[in-house]
């Protein structure tokens, strides 16, 4: 069966730096191809289970339109995890179908056995720990914009939660530096994580060179009086370069991690780099049948 390969993508750093770029080159290729209406049929007879085991929409609407587009077939399986069935037990009746485990949960550990329980590839559409697509398309995004990955400086205005941890799983495959400005409560500590090319930082000065600048929604416990100081406001982006790429992860709580004027800032591209969500996500499937 096409994709029995053992092509899991479960963190971003399960791929070499050579396989990223590659994904990110020919995420470029399939926008022009999707703009002209003429995608590749690369995903012909490819079965491909997508499993919305949490909530969202973005990534597993773009990964079903994706696949249709690239001739795949996508079923939209609903299935649960840590709930009654063995993970085992569910792996062995999806391999029996599907070539491909698109799959968007809770926990991470529950993707890293289910992906040791098959041979089928098990891609992350998301968990609480990470959000490895989601940092793929916005660096082929970045890169269709700047020419290049490397020695960009990525700063994240945001707290220890997905967005921003699958950003230093960036820093670990890619020759990216990333820096963390928020309250010291919130910055990332996993040892697992930590490398020389991410820092962490309480000083909003940073944002002045950033090439590029992410936000994240703020911690449900946080008090706004505790993040009120690291709101990005259209006037806080003035000051930054003008070629920065602001990219605010929706859905976005204007009011609270940004202002209204910093959506409408001309440095904000949030919506045009979240279509490379969807030609990320069909490069990385190709790549995986292939």
């Given at each position: 069966m096409p994709g029995r390969t053992g092509k899991s993508f479960l963190e971003f750093h399960d791929l070499p730096s050579d396989i990223i770029l590659s994904l990110?080159?020919?995420a470029g290729i399939l926008a022009g191809a999707w703009a002209d209406r003429r995608m590749p049929q690369s995903l012909r007879g490819t079965r491909v289970a997508?499993?919305?085991?949490?909530?969202g929409w973005r990534n597993t609407t773009a990964f079903d339109l994706g696949i249709q587009a690239m001739g795949g077939i996508c079923v939209q399986a609903p299935v649960?995890?840590?709930?009654?069935?063995?993970?085992?037990?569910?792996?062995?009746?999806?391999?029996?179908?599907f070539d491909i485990l698109i799959v968007r949960t809770k926990l991470?550990?529950?993707l890293r056995q289910l992906a040791a329980s098959t041979q089928t590839p098990v891609v992350n559409a998301r968990t609480?720990?990470?959000?490895?697509?989601?940092?793929?398309?916005?660096?082929?995004?970045i890169r269709s914009?700047?020419?290049r990955v490397d020695g960009l400086r990525i700063v994240g205005v945001a707290p220890d939660a997905n967005i921003l941890r699958s950003w230093v799983e960036a820093s670990l495959a890619l020759p990216v530096k990333v820096t963390q400005v928020y309250p010291q409560q919130w910055h990332v500590k996993d040892r697992d994580l930590l490398n020389a090319n991410f820092s962490t930082s309480t000083d909003l000065e940073a944002l002045l060179e950033a090439d590029v600048i992410v936000t994240d929604s703020w911690p449900g416990e946080a008090l706004?009086?505790?993040?009120?100081?690291?709101?990005i406001s259209g006037a806080l982006?003035?000051?930054c370069r003008p070629d920065a790429i602001f990219l605010p992860c929706p859905p976005v709580a204007r009011g609270q991690e940004v202002t209204a004027d910093a959506m409408t800032h001309p440095v904000c591209q949030s919506k045009a780099a979240k279509a490379f969500l969807l030609h990320a996500q069909n490069a990385l499937l190709e790549w995986i049948v292939a």
């Open positions: 990110l080159d020919r997508l499993i919305a085991d949490d909530g649960s995890f840590n709930a009654r069935e063995e993970t085992a037990d569910l792996a062995g009746y999806l391999e029996n179908w991470l550990s529950a609480k720990a990470n959000h490895p697509c989601e940092t793929l398309g916005d660096l082929a995004y914009r700047k020419g706004p009086a505790e993040l009120s100081d690291y709101r982006l003035d000051r």
